[in-house]
């Protein structure tokens, strides 16, 4: 199992920056799959940015693509997720989750994810 706990959220103005982060612990993260997904009021959750186990591939919405960027860093148990020129429609409350082993990659469905983060608001207002 992998607990996960995301952080960096806050309010940012338009053209702005943010680095989210995603503290994991568990024996199996080393060898997981991880995701971003993001959530605004009144929207189902929706994919942003995934990375493979070993950091050897991405793939990103159509919607970040170019602004937005995943890494891991499996020595420190973390996956980051830095945001730039950032849109009043990034707002969302963004979650960090696992994908699971029998997924195959790549993948965007939610379903496909499991050992959700709490959350952490991201707000893009001026």
């Known amino acids: 199992q992998v607990q996960l706990v995301e952080s960096g959220g806050g309010l940012v103005q338009p053209g702005g920056s943010l680095r989210l982060s995603c503290a994991a612990s568990?024996?199996?993260?080393?060898?997981?799959?991880m995701g971003w997904f993001r959530q605004a009021p009144g929207k189902e959750r929706e994919f942003v940015a995934a990375i493979r186990w070993n950091g050897g591939s991405t793939t990103y919405a159509n919607s970040v693509k170019g602004r937005f960027t995943i890494s891991k860093d499996s020595a420190k148990n973390a996956v980051y997720l830095q945001m730039n020129s950032l849109n009043p429609e990034d707002t969302a409350v963004y979650y960090c989750a696992a994908q699971r082993p029998s997924a195959t990659w790549p993948t965007t469905r939610p379903r496909d994810f499991f050992s959700w983060g709490q959350g952490t608001q991201v707000t893009v207002s001026s």
């Open positions: 568990g024996r199996t993260f080393s060898t997981c799959d």
